[in-house]
C-alpha cells in the first residue's frame, strides 16, 4: 500500500482512477502503481489531470502532489 497527498487550496474531493479516494490535504491510500488523479467537478483547476507513478512512499513519508492550482475566481 501507498500513500499520497494531493495538496490545495480549498477542501475538494479527489479522484484518483475516476474513483473518489477522499479529500485535498488528507493522506489517502492507493495501490502501488501509474495512478490518474483529478478533482472532479466543477474543473476550475489546472492541469485538469495528473498521472502519477506511485511507489516506496509510507504513511510518514507520503507522495505529495502539489500541482494542482485555482483557476478563474476560485483563488
Known sequence: MEFVVISYPKDRKVRIDDKIAGNTND??????GHHV???GDPKDY????IEKLVHNTTSVTPLRIKDFQPTGGDK
Open 46 to 49: 489546472q492541469p485538469l489531470s
Open 37 to 39: 488523479f483529478d478533482l
Open 27 to 32: 493522506k489517502l491510500m492507493v495501490e502501488t
